[in-house]
Every structure is written in structure tokens, then in C-alpha cells.
């Protein structure tokens, strides 16, 4: 699977797609949140982030656009238009790699913009992440909900590589429908 630092950028592209794009979610219409709520919503989905400008926000959600984008070819196994959008990232933000330590631990691969900015860093490395998973054998986990009504993103991290829902929830309404269905028949 994926490195912890890969998996942790895998997750919170994940968390910005889902807060930062319209959609459906769990059975229902999603609308993301716009102007003054935008930094909060980006702050939310961020780990360890306090506080973030308009301007972060808003390049953030545009980054967030681009790799829904990503997921959306993945699943529907245009792995080449995938490859486009996320070459087209790398070389906007400078992707590149840099190892990092943290106090305590050993070397850790990190990836960085071509500034230190919160909003290019961040962009950077989800670029830098799904570059890994899309030329791997891993770019099959990246998911798209299969439940009525839900377009949310995933990252299919278990281990025999079938999940098909965002949630538990989605799962369990997508089967408890399925069996309605099935006892009406």
C-alpha cells in the first residue's frame, strides 16, 4: 500500500474533494460551501491547519476541482486523461520531493511547492501523491461512491482492493435497499 506520508495526502485530497465540490452525499444534494465559509471549510479538511486566508482557500478549491477530476477519469479507467490533469498539477505548483525530518524520527520523503505557501505545499503534494498511486498499481484505488445519489471520493485502503462506497453508511443504504427491493419481489 501506500506510505504513511502518501496515505496522509491521499486522504486529505480526499477530505478537500469532499468538502470543496458539489455533489451528492450519502443519498443527498451537496452544495460546497462559497465566500465567507470557503477558509473554514478548507481549515476543517486540513490536518493540524489553524487558520487559512480567502486567497489559500480559493486555490485550494480549485486544486480540489482537478483532483476530483483525477477520480472521475480513474473510475471510469481513462488512465491517461488522470495522467494529464495531474502532470498539468505537478507542473503548476513545482511539485518535488525533499526529505524532511521530524524530531525523533528517521528521514521521511515529503513533497513541496515551488513556494512554501500553505495552499501551492498542499497542492504539491497531493500532485506528488497521486502521481504515485496512477503510476503504480495502486491508481485503481482511487474510488468513486457507487451509492444512489453519493459522487463523494475514497481512497479503497483495504486489503483485497473491492470497496466501492465513501462510507459505512452509503454501504449499509445502497444493501438495505437492495434487500427491499429484492423482498418485494
Known sequence: MFDSHVAILLDTAVSLV???TDGGDRGKPYVAPKGESLPAAVATALPGVATVSMEEALYLAGTALKVRRVFEAM???QEDDAA???NALVIST?????????PGEP?????????????VGWSAGFASALTLAIGSDLGGRLGICQARQCDRVYVDASRNGVRQFCSRSCQSRTKAAAFRARSRS
Request: hydrophobic share 45%; net charge negative.
Open 18 to 20: 469532499n468538502v470543496l
Open 75 to 77: 473510475e471510469a479507467r
Open 84 to 86: 494529464s490533469v495531474v
Open 94 to 102: 513545482g511539485a518535488r520531493p525533499q526529505l524532511d525530518r521530524v
Open 107 to 119: 528521514w521521511q520523503v515529503h513533497f513541496h511547492g515551488a513556494d512554501d505557501s500553505l495552499a
